[in-house]
């Protein structure tokens, strides 16, 4: 079966970006359609897939990582504004019986990405 999950890593203080919010939306041409919110638990995961199953279609997808709200909450002090605010990772899913894992290690500069397992 397949799904779509994520997983984000402070790389500031080493550990798993616990409270962070995400949203999800599938992309059409220029149309963008909210998906699903998520915030990452103390693992820095979401507690359940942001789609599965019949959910998971094939198309272009939108993750965005609210993370100057994140590091702002975290004690962190930012300019204003943020070098990082919304980190939008766009992305498509070929094969929907696929497990597609799209982590962020992210800290208040910089940011990356990969399709994982």
């Known amino acids: 079966m397949g799904r779509l999950t994520t ?8 550990a798993p970006a616990a409270g962070m919010a995400i949203e999800l939306a599938s992309i059409d041409g220029t149309v963008r359609r909210h998906v699903a919110r998520a915030v990452t638990n103390r693992d820095g995961r979401c507690d359940a897939p942001l789609l599965e199953g019949d959910g998971l279609v094939a198309g272009t997808y939108q993750l965005e990582f609210q993370a100057a709200q994140y590091f702002k909450a975290q004690g962190v002090t930012l300019p204003e504004p943020p070098f990082l605010d919304v980190v939008v990772i766009r992305f498509s ?25």
């Open 7 to 14: 997983h984000v890593l402070d790389l500031v203080r080493g």
């Open 93 to 117: 899913i070929a094969n929907p019986a696929d497990h597609y894992h799209v982590p962020l290690l992210i800290t208040p500069w910089s940011y990356s990405t990969y399709r994982g397992s």
